[in-house]
């Protein structure tokens, strides 16, 4: 019989709940013996490397791009380009980006294992259809500062790319789109000030993540096209919504950052306050339903509206020594709270 390659995490966890079944008489000890001996341990983990490796070489492909612009060997050689036509750029920009999802296809459907090498495809196609639709919007708003179509063409493009495709890494980029499209857009119809409706650029990404979170959970589910993405759209609606929130609670719902700087944290404590109770309130609700995602997002930024606050009230009021050895207390008792929370969950 074929061993079950697993992780030394993965089989620990394994062998305690067989071991737990025997101690509670649902298995006999020798089915357990014979379970046990199909386990083997992974020496290597080789998934873990193909996911940093892949990690690595678009960060340095990108540090590979902004080191063109540091190269004066480099720098004068594109400036030979800088008459070239914004859509000759674009052209290039897209037969590229067709390039690369082309294999990234080819190899989905021959290598549908090969997740890393076939995402990393994806992106960087992704990264190229950004730049031809950037470079498209020049061409397309050349004398006027309303960009926002580009992003709205940017948005149907991944849209239809990542249902084609069937790639939740594209659909990412969608979400992020629509998030530049709406806040360029709002920021076009209010002259591009800081307030749209009387609602700064926080205040009204911690709605629009609301509206998108909402969208997944009752929405997205019933378009049978995108409903293979609504775990995706939940996440980054929550991240949304929880990141805006969370600069709201520092930066209040003020048009300016010169107003800003006129007032004391405590007088936009309920927003503060209001981050921590929902943030909170998302990490119960993630454990009453297991709902991990929410669980453990709800709990980052429950620590980390708490802790921010902890700044906010107390660096300038006390003595730093005391301040980091009061950071120290509270992260080793979040800590032992944790252990215990991971103890309780273990089988005897």
Same mark, same amino acid.
């Given at each position: 019989?074929? =061993? ?7 089989? +620990? ?5 067989? !071991?737990?079944?025997? &101690?509670?008489?649902?298995? $006999?000890?020798?089915?357990? !013996? +014979? ?35 540091? &190269? &004066? ?35 989905? =459907? ?6 890393? #090498? ?74 591009? $000030? ?26 997205? #589910? ?5 409903? /293979? ?37 405590? +007088? ?21 339903? =297991? !709902? ?19 700044? +906010? ?14 950071? /120290? ?20």
């Amino acid at each position: 019989m074929k =061993k079950i390659d697993l992780t030394k995490n993965e089989k +620990e966890v394994v062998e305690q709940a067989l !071991d737990h079944w025997v &101690d509670n008489g649902l298995l $006999g000890q020798g089915q357990v !013996d +014979e379970l046990k001996s199909t386990i083997d341990q992974r020496s290597f983990e080789w998934k873990s490397l193909a996911r940093y490796a892949f990690w690595v070489a678009l960060v340095s492909l990108v540090f590979s791009v902004f080191s063109l612009f540091a &190269d &004066d060997a480099l720098v004068k050689f594109v400036e030979r380009f800088y008459e070239t036509p914004n859509i000759v750029f674009c052209l290039v920009f897209a037969v590229v980006a067709v390039g690369f999802y082309v294999l990234g296809f080819r190899n989905k =459907k021959r290598y549908p294992d090969k997740t890393f #090498s076939n995402e990393t495809l994806m992106l960087a196609g992704s990264f190229a259809t950004a730049a031809c639709i950037g470079f498209l919007g020049q061409v397309l708003n050349k004398n006027t500062s309303h960009y926002t179509i580009s992003f709205l063409l940017s948005i149907l493009i991944y849209i239809w790319l990542a249902i084609k495709l069937r790639s939740k890494l594209i659909w990412v980029f969608a979400l992020v789109a629509l998030g530049v499209w709406f806040g360029t857009e709002t920021s076009y119809h209010s002259n591009w $000030g800081f307030k749209f409706w009387g609602m700064n650029f926080p205040l009204r990404f911690t709605l629009f993540g609301l509206i998108i979170t909402a969208f997944s959970i009752w929405g997205q #589910s019933r378009i049978k096209p995108i409903a /293979a993405f609504q775990s995706v759209s939940y996440v980054i609606g929550l991240l949304y919504t929880m990141i805006a929130l969370w600069c709201l609670s520092i930066f209040g719902n003020y048009s300016s950052f010169d107003n800003w700087t006129q007032v004391r944290q405590y +007088e936009i404590f309920y927003w503060g306050l209001l981050g921590t109770l929902l943030s909170l309130a998302l990490a119960l609700y993630g454990m009453k339903t =297991k !709902d991990h995602v929410a669980r453990d997002i709800g709990f980052v930024f429950f620590i980390l509206n708490l802790y921010t606050r902890f700044v +906010e009230y107390l660096w300038d009021n006390i003595n730093r020594t005391i301040f980091f050895l009061i950071l /120290a207390i509270s992260f080793w008792a979040v800590g032992r709270w944790a252990e215990k929370v991971w103890r309780k969950g273990q089988p005897n």
